[in-house]
């Protein structure tokens, strides 16, 4: 009998070790196939193929960023110091005070941005918010100017899609704007209370805007983009006791938002506006550790219903994990992971030492 109970507890830990021994804990029937490619053999980027420009993915790791070939399983490098925003045609580097600004182009060759500013890009945008946070500029490539435009308040909140940019700002002001800089939506700031934009996002297909303003209670707003405008389809408010700014995105099908605030993680559900705070016990968390000892940023939508959260500790930074929820429901961990990426059925996973890949996912 002691040797049966002795059996049982060795193949108990025998699958707690297989579980914990992977980067990633996922069930096997749920992937085609893994794997992890390292930044110490990585390429150089002057090697990336011209005709695969199109297929590659951009990434910012911990020191390194660059492009991994998602079908070919290949990784091209190059890498950098203090900040970065990257997209398909290149990045741009910048220190924590909005200073000297370097573009580089997808081969890394580079020239000098004369502008303070924090740069940010998102589905193709690449803007450019003035050091004060009250003005932004559109640029190309290249760094030239398309268009500027100057606000009476702070910028306190930007999102994009491929059609639209939105901006909100500390009055409560809104504008949407199309890629040539046109005002589709403009919402003034009310004077009669405190209407500060929390955050924002626009789902993939510019179909649906949600904003997040107000202090106590804040209010999450819904818009539809219909007949060349946007029209407010709903209003609820959202009971939570938070000053933090808040991080958001909306699902790809468009069923929900995933928003953060600080150590607050929210699932917001669009068609029958209700929302629920998720406990740290659904979210793979240590019940022996304080929920506010961690802080929530959320990355982005991965495709169907997945959005993706990266995980820090408050206290120890270098601690990280990416969640992946699936309506809300927490379907992946990958454990000391910085960041996502995702293009159909492969879901990528940055680490510092490099890059997992994860084919065949089906949510």
Not at 47 to 74: E, H, V
Not at 108 to 125: D, M, N, V
Not at 131 to 159: N, R, S
Not at 257 to 282: P, Q, V, W
């Amino acid at each position: 009998m002691r040797r049966r109970f002795y059996g049982l507890i060795l193949g108990i830990a025998a699958i707690i070790f297989s579980l914990f021994s992977v980067r990633s804990t996922l069930p096997e029937r749920e992937i085609a196939s893994s794997v992890f490619l390292t930044f110490s053999e990585a390429l150089d980027l002057s090697r990336i193929p011209m005709a695969r420009t199109d297929q590659i993915m951009p990434f910012i790791g911990d020191s390194f960023l660059g492009y991994a070939d998602l079908s070919k399983n290949k990784l091209y490098v190059h890498p950098f110091k203090e900040r970065a925003a990257i997209d398909k045609l290149g990045w741009i580097t910048y220190g924590r005070l909005a200073t000297d600004l370097q573009l580089y182009d997808i081969n890394g060759r580079k020239r000098s941005l004369q502008a303070y500013a924090y740069p940010w890009f998102k589905a193709s945008w690449r803007v450019l918010l003035r050091a004060d946070q009250m003005g932004i500029a559109l640029i190309d490539e290249t760094g030239f100017i398309l268009w500027e435009k100057e606000f009476p308040m702070p910028v306190t909140a930007i999102d994009a899609s491929s059609s639209f940019l939105a901006i909100g700002t500390l009055d409560g002001s809104i504008s949407v704007f199309d890629r040539n800089g046109c005002a589709v939506l403009s919402i003034q700031a009310s004077f009669q209370e405190s209407q500060t934009i929390y955050g924002l996002a626009l789902s993939k297909d510019s179909k649906y805007l949600i904003i997040l303003r107000g202090i106590s209670p804040k209010k999450i707003e819904t818009y539809r983009f219909e007949d060349n405008s946007f029209a407010k389809l709903s209003e609820s408010s959202l009971m939570v006791n938070t000053t933090f700014q808040a991080t958001m995105a909306i699902a790809q099908d468009n069923s929900h938002a995933i928003m953060s605030f600080g150590d607050l993680l929210i699932y917001y559900n669009i068609k029958n506006k209700y929302y629920k705070i998720l406990e740290a016990e659904m979210l793979g968390g240590d019940l022996s550790e304080n929920q506010t000892d961690v802080r929530y940023f959320v990355l982005g939508p991965l495709g169907y219903s997945l959005v993706a959260i990266l995980r820090s500790g408050l206290e120890d930074t270098a601690k990280s994990d990416v969640l992946i929820l699936n309506h809300g429901l927490l379907v992946h961990i990958a454990h000391g992971a910085l960041g996502a990426i995702s293009d159909e059925e492969v879901i990528g996973f940055v680490y510092k030492d490099g890059v997992e890949l994860l084919k065949g996912w089906q949510p």
